[in-house]
């Protein structure tokens, strides 16, 4: 491979191209039950709407789109995110054969993102917003080399579309396009880029783009910001010197976290020669430092300041995008021999295109032997295909106890409304002559203990939108076996029928 490569140094897309083809077939094959992210795509892809959440909405725009295409199915979903990721790995590709002479280099560069565990390993195995930020990241930063390089109209249109696009992907990104363009300003070069008047035409892309969902947001304030907040700052009213000390271990974790394994291979793989070109730099490394510096300020300042006490490795990800093609520069720049280091990083980023999958795989089909079940393990579609058969009508929707369990469902059940709290801003009009389906859940058959009473907050919301409905029948329940499960190995699902009487949706 590594003497074809050197040959034919563009191979490498075809290459990555058979990778991620050889995900959606594997994904494929696996039990049509659904990890957290994937389930929240299906649920939530039945409306399209301005906003869903705290995550903006273009992979949920994205993920409607391609179940009208597809149908609502695991194809769909695997189809547009490795779709999305091969488009992604392929831009910084492009971006890194048009800087690096070196095309060995380049190769490295391009395949470099899978030394990257929160994108490599993490973007297949449960991602969706973060995976429109990977290729918004991959989109800017080409648009920027353009517009640096030889710039144009359409390179300037190119990185505006990718900031619109970014910033209604996951408002994170935004740390990436303002951190360059502050560093930028420090180079008279790049800072003529800033002031070409052909940037009002990357802020036009960007300002249509983004504006319908801004207008939501505003409006919305609470309800896109609530659990964001929650998830950054330290509510355990222990003080502030305790919520800077959080903050500044937070960070350090997720820096550490997210480019320790790429830096400790290249640093293994070149030893001296990385040690040495590290002291190296053109203006597209010092670019990307100034970039760093300007990010990193700015979360310190967000520690400091603003409360912030838990910073997540994966937000990072727009940030350590460039870290594979920075790391090729320098050595090209510091000389570095590159033809033994070469074979051993393609056999290590190929070895880790075949344990991507492969953990993927092993770790549902073996389930049953290790006993540590995993979400594609659980049996939502046994079990919603058995109530749905025993029913005696179709019901008027389906209300699930927390969105994992709803999304899995639509999957099997995608001609029903299907409802749950965690969607609650979302109520359509259902028939009054038919009753609704409520399932939830609670363990495995050992779990004889758990009450089967319907949870407080699927009773709520019933309550809420549906309050003339009354309980048909008892609470039942059904033991389904795992996929890939052990012998006697079930999951436990509680449901209840309801009459809806006449619907009197919430306001």
């Given at each position: 491979?590594s003497?074809?490569?050197?040959?034919?140094p563009?191979?490498?897309?075809?290459?990555?191209f058979?990778f991620?083809?050889?995900?959606v077939v594997?994904?494929?094959?696996?039990?049509?039950?659904?990890?957290?992210?994937?389930a929240?795509?299906?649920?939530?892809s039945?409306?399209?709407a301005?906003?869903?959440?705290?995550?903006?909405?273009?992979?949920?725009?994205?993920?409607?789109?391609?179940?009208a295409?597809?149908g609502?199915?695991?194809?769909?979903?695997?189809?547009?995110?490795n779709?999305m990721l091969f488009v992604?790995y392929?831009?910084?590709?492009?971006t890194?054969?048009?800087?690096?002479?070196?095309?060995r280099?380049?190769?490295i560069?391009?395949?470099g993102l899978?030394?990257i565990?929160?994108?490599g390993?993490?973007a297949?195995?449960?991602?969706?917003?973060?995976?429109?930020v990977i290729?918004?990241?991959?989109?800017?930063?080409?648009?920027?080399?353009?517009?640096?390089d030889?710039?144009?109209?359409?390179?300037?249109l190119?990185?505006g579309?990718a900031?619109?696009v970014?910033?209604?992907?996951?408002?994170?990104f935004?740390?990436?396009?303002?951190s360059?363009?502050l560093?930028?300003?420090w180079?008279?070069?790049?800072?003529?880029r800033?002031?070409?008047r052909?940037i009002?035409?990357?802020?036009?892309?960007t300002?249509?783009?983004?504006?319908p969902?801004a207008i939501?947001?505003?409006?919305?304030l609470?309800h896109?910001t609530?659990?964001t907040?929650?998830?950054?700052t330290?509510n355990?009213g222990?003080?502030?010197?305790h919520q800077v000390?959080l903050?500044?271990?937070s960070?350090?974790e997720?820096?550490v976290?997210?480019?320790?394994?790429i830096l400790?291979?290249f640093?293994?793989v070149?030893?001296?020669?990385?040690?040495t070109?590290l002291?190296?730099?053109?203006r597209w490394t010092r670019?990307?430092?100034?970039?760093?510096?300007?990010?990193?300020?700015?979360?310190?300042g967000?520690?400091l300041?603003?409360?912030?006490s838990?910073?997540?490795?994966?937000?990072l990800?727009?940030?350590?995008?460039p870290l594979?093609l920075?790391?090729c520069?320098?050595l090209?720049?510091?000389?570095?021999?590159?033809?033994?280091?070469?074979?051993?990083?393609?056999?290590?980023a190929?070895?880790?295109?075949?344990?991507?999958p492969?953990?993927?795989?092993?770790?549902?089909?073996?389930a049953?032997w290790?006993?540590?079940y995993?979400?594609?393990n659980?049996?939502?579609?046994?079990?919603?295909?058995?109530?749905?058969?025993?029913a005696?009508v179709?019901?008027?929707?389906?209300?699930a106890?927390?969105?994992?369990?709803?999304?899995?469902?639509?999957?099997h059940v995608?001609?029903?409304?299907i409802l749950?709290p965690?969607?609650?801003?979302?109520f359509?009009?259902?028939?009054a002559d038919r009753?609704?389906?409520?399932i939830?859940r609670?363990?495995?058959?050992?779990?004889?203990?758990?009450s089967?009473?319907m949870?407080?907050?699927?009773a709520r919301f019933?309550?809420r939108?549906?309050?003339?409905?009354?309980?048909?029948?008892?609470?039942?329940?059904?033991?389904?076996?795992?996929?890939?499960?052990a012998?006697?190995?079930?999951n436990?699902f509680?449901?209840?029928?309801?009459?809806?009487?006449?619907?009197?949706p919430?306001p």
């Amino acid at each position: 491979m590594s003497d074809l490569l050197e040959r034919r140094p563009h191979f490498v897309f075809v290459l990555l191209f058979a990778f991620f083809a050889l995900n959606v077939v594997l994904r494929v094959l696996l039990p049509p039950s659904l990890e957290l992210d994937e389930a929240e795509q299906m649920f939530v892809s039945q409306w399209l709407a301005l906003g869903y959440s705290n995550q903006p909405p273009f992979y949920n725009w994205l993920q409607y789109g391609a179940n009208a295409v597809l149908g609502v199915s695991v194809l769909s979903l695997s189809l547009l995110k490795n779709g999305m990721l091969f488009v992604s790995y392929l831009l910084l590709g492009l971006t890194a054969f048009g800087m690096l002479r070196d095309k060995r280099l380049a190769v490295i560069a391009s395949l470099g993102l899978f030394m990257i565990s929160q994108i490599g390993y993490g973007a297949q195995r449960d991602l969706t917003h973060t995976v429109a930020v990977i290729f918004s990241s991959s989109l800017f930063l080409y648009g920027l080399f353009r517009t640096v390089d030889r710039p144009t109209g359409f390179s300037y249109l190119l990185m505006g579309l990718a900031i619109g696009v970014g910033a209604i992907s996951k408002y994170n990104f935004l740390l990436l396009p303002g951190s360059v363009f502050l560093a930028a300003l420090w180079d008279d070069g790049l800072r003529r880029r800033i002031f070409d008047r052909r940037i009002l035409l990357a802020a036009l892309a960007t300002l249509l783009i983004i504006i319908p969902h801004a207008i939501w947001f505003v409006e919305n304030l609470d309800h896109a910001t609530s659990r964001t907040l929650e998830k950054l700052t330290d509510n355990s009213g222990t003080g502030t010197v305790h919520q800077v000390l959080l903050g500044l271990y937070s960070l350090t974790e997720a820096l550490v976290g997210v480019s320790s394994l790429i830096l400790l291979i290249f640093a293994a793989v070149f030893g001296r020669q990385m040690f040495t070109a590290l002291r190296t730099g053109n203006r597209w490394t010092r670019l990307i430092e100034r970039t760093w510096i300007v990010a990193f300020l700015a979360l310190l300042g967000l520690v400091l300041f603003f409360g912030v006490s838990e910073i997540r490795d994966r937000w990072l990800i727009p940030l350590v995008m460039p870290l594979p093609l920075y790391l090729c520069l320098k050595l090209e720049e510091a000389g570095a021999d590159t033809s033994k280091p070469f074979r051993i990083l393609l056999g290590i980023a190929l070895a880790i295109m075949v344990i991507i999958p492969s953990v993927l795989g092993l770790r549902v089909v073996t389930a049953g032997w290790t006993g540590n079940y995993q979400k594609l393990n659980v049996p939502y579609g046994p079990m919603i295909n058995r109530l749905m058969a025993e029913a005696p009508v179709s019901p008027a929707a389906i209300v699930a106890g927390d969105g994992q369990l709803a999304g899995t469902i639509r999957l099997h059940v995608s001609d029903v409304p299907i409802l749950a709290p965690a969607g609650q801003q979302f109520f359509p009009g259902i028939a009054a002559d038919r009753p609704i389906l409520v399932i939830w859940r609670s363990g495995r058959k050992v779990d004889l203990a758990s009450s089967p009473e319907m949870p407080g907050n699927v009773a709520r919301f019933i309550e809420r939108n549906l309050p003339d409905s009354r309980p048909e029948g008892l609470v039942r329940h059904v033991d389904v076996p795992y996929h890939y499960g052990a012998p006697g190995d079930t999951n436990r699902f509680y449901y209840q029928w309801m009459d809806t009487g006449t619907q009197k949706p919430s306001p």
